[in-house]
């Protein structure tokens, strides 16, 4: 098992190497294990916070045949076999930054019934998450919008979305510049992980309450 020992601007010009094999054989080499490792690392922390044991989802990228993924990422969720279908938390990056997220994507069959929570806990979920957090609505894009600009409204925009429209998604986290130092100490990225969802685990914590 490969231990983490930080990011480097290598790890990122991975996205930038033509064609699906080359690109594939280098994400497998250099950027998997790395990704397996921190999840891993982090899989006991996610299993105390959430109560639900936690089981590491590396990316395989497999349904790919012809173009190249522009970004990778590895998944913590509460079943050995699947993440896509279960709120989860992942760690991955693109070309041009690391994505730290609490995730439901458009696989989950709870998306509705999310929705109409977060609508009900709308104040607290605007009051917790921090100004320098980003939400997405589509984890295949690598845009987010900061926390700081997410007023009722535009929180509602995107609950109603995800109520209504079947590729809907809604992720929650960080997002970290490639040139940040943090990334390269390991220590020091993995307490950012850890800190990062321990302030995401109210929004898992509502998804448990639909069960």
Same mark, same amino acid.
């Given at each position: 098992?490969?231990?983490?020992?930080?990011?480097?601007?290598?790890?990122?010009?991975?996205?930038?190497?033509?064609?699906?094999?080359?690109?594939?054989?280098?994400?497998? *080499?250099?950027?998997?294990?790395?990704?397996?490792?921190?999840?891993? *690392?982090?899989?006991?922390?996610?299993?105390?916070?959430? &109560?639900?044991?936690?089981?590491?989802?590396? /990316?395989?990228? /497999?349904?790919?045949?012809?173009?190249?993924?522009?970004?990778?990422?590895? /998944?913590?969720?509460?079943?050995?076999? &699947?993440?896509?279908?279960?709120?989860?938390?992942?760690? &991955?990056?693109?070309?041009?930054?690391?994505?730290?997220?609490?995730?439901?994507?458009?696989?989950?069959?709870?998306?509705?019934?999310?929705?109409?929570?977060? *609508?009900?806990?709308?104040? *607290?979920?605007? =009051?917790?998450?921090?100004?320098?957090?980003?939400?997405?609505?589509?984890?295949?894009?690598?845009?987010?919008?900061?926390?700081?600009?997410?007023?009722? &409204?535009?929180?509602?925009?995107?609950?109603?979305?995800?109520?209504?429209?079947?590729?809907?998604?809604?992720?929650?986290?960080?997002?970290?510049?490639?040139?940040?130092?943090?990334?390269? =100490?390991?220590?020091?990225?993995?307490?950012?992980?850890?800190?990062?969802?321990?302030?995401?685990?109210?929004?898992?914590?509502?998804?448990?309450?639909?069960?």
């Amino acid at each position: 098992m490969t231990t983490f020992n930080g990011f480097t601007q290598e790890d990122f010009d991975v996205f930038s190497i033509p064609g699906l094999e080359n690109r594939m054989e280098a994400l497998r *080499e250099r950027i998997s294990p790395k990704l397996e490792a921190i999840t891993t *690392e982090l899989a006991p922390d996610v299993t105390a916070m959430t &109560g639900d044991e936690m089981f590491v989802h590396v /990316a395989k990228h /497999a349904r790919r045949k012809t173009n190249p993924p522009n970004d990778t990422w590895a /998944a913590l969720a509460s079943n050995k076999r &699947g993440y896509k279908k279960l709120p989860h938390f992942q760690v &991955g990056l693109w070309e041009s930054h690391v994505f730290i997220w609490f995730a439901v994507i458009y696989e989950s069959p709870i998306k509705q019934d999310f929705a109409y929570k977060l *609508e009900q806990n709308k104040r *607290e979920v605007l =009051d917790q998450i921090p100004d320098d957090y980003v939400w997405s609505v589509d984890h295949t894009k690598p845009e987010a919008f900061p926390q700081s600009e997410v007023d009722e &409204g535009k929180f509602l925009n995107m609950t109603e979305r995800l109520k209504s429209v079947k590729k809907a998604e809604i992720l929650c986290g960080r997002h970290i510049e490639r040139g940040d130092e943090r990334l390269k =100490d390991p220590e020091a990225f993995l307490n950012l992980c850890k800190e990062t969802f321990q302030t995401l685990e109210p929004l898992y914590r509502y998804t448990k309450q639909l069960s």
